[in-house]
């Protein structure tokens, strides 16, 4: 769920104010949005997640960065809940440098923003290889992968547990049985 205040501001004003806040925030089009938090399933799944890539990728040349900044336009900061950029980046960074995977993982409520907004803002930028958008409420993933002629005009799905996610990008493969594991779904 968000909630968008009518409190226009620049990229720069926006990233010092944000990082005095206690909760979570986006710049959308030069509006400040509030981001509210999801339920254990959406926590679990982030969890899973990031272990999942940080136990496979190369640490020297890549890191894995829960809810950290990404510059997709003009005026707009989104907040993904997992990036992988690369590894060396100043430790006074507030946005990533050249993300090469993107993901969010998904509520009922954010669904519109995630498959539509995002995707689109996220799939324009160069260093992009892999969004992927991960349901909490059912096993589901949409995986937009770059090739050589760049992104498709969709997504693969993907809802066997036994399937996994390639991401060429970083030479890896994301089984969903990782992404799930420990997460009750009805």
Same mark, same amino acid.
């Not at 589901?140 to 993907?158: D, E, I, N, Q, Y």
């Given at each position: 769920?968000?909630?968008?205040?009518?409190?226009?501001?620049?990229?720069?004003?926006?990233?010092?104010?944000?990082?005095?806040?206690?909760?979570?925030?986006?710049?959308?089009?030069?509006?400040?949005?509030?981001?509210?938090?999801?339920?254990?399933?959406?926590?679990?799944?982030?969890?899973?997640?990031?272990?999942?890539?940080?136990?496979?990728?190369?640490?020297?040349?890549?890191?894995?960065?829960?809810?950290?900044?990404?510059?997709?336009?003009?005026?707009?900061?989104?907040?993904?809940?997992?990036?992988?950029?690369?590894?060396?980046?100043?430790?006074?960074?507030?946005?990533?440098?050249?993300? $090469?995977?993107?993901?969010?993982?998904?509520?009922? +409520? *954010?669904?519109?923003?995630? &498959? =539509? /907004?995002? %995707? !689109?803002?996220?799939?324009?930028?160069?260093?992009?290889?892999?969004?992927?958008?991960?349901?909490?409420?059912?096993?589901?993933?949409? $995986?937009?992968?770059?090739?050589?002629?760049?992104? +498709? *005009?969709?997504?693969?799905? &993907? =809802? /066997?547990? %036994? !399937?996994?996610?390639?991401?060429?990008?970083?030479?890896?493969?994301?089984?969903?049985?990782?992404?799930?594991?420990?997460?009750?779904?009805?």
């Amino acid at each position: 769920m968000t909630v968008q205040t009518p409190v226009p501001m620049d990229k720069a004003t926006f990233l010092g104010w944000a990082e005095r806040q206690e909760e979570n925030y986006e710049l959308v089009r030069g509006r400040v949005v509030m981001m509210t938090g999801g339920p254990r399933g959406h926590s679990q799944i982030l969890f899973n997640l990031a272990t999942a890539l940080d136990t496979r990728i190369d640490l020297d040349t890549w890191a894995v960065l829960p809810e950290f900044g990404v510059d997709v336009g003009p005026a707009t900061i989104r907040f993904p809940d997992i990036v992988v950029d690369p590894a060396g980046g100043a430790m006074t960074d507030r946005t990533a440098t050249a993300p $090469v995977l993107i993901a969010e993982v998904m509520s009922p +409520s *954010s669904e519109r923003i995630d &498959l =539509g /907004d995002k %995707a !689109a803002e996220y799939l324009r930028l160069p260093s992009l290889g892999t969004y992927l958008v991960v349901a909490s409420d059912e096993i589901k993933l949409w $995986v937009w992968t770059r090739t050589a002629t760049g992104f +498709s *005009s969709g997504p693969v799905v &993907l =809802g /066997d547990i %036994a !399937a996994s996610v390639e991401v060429p990008a970083l030479g890896i493969a994301l089984p969903l049985a990782e992404i799930y594991a420990r997460v009750q779904l009805d």
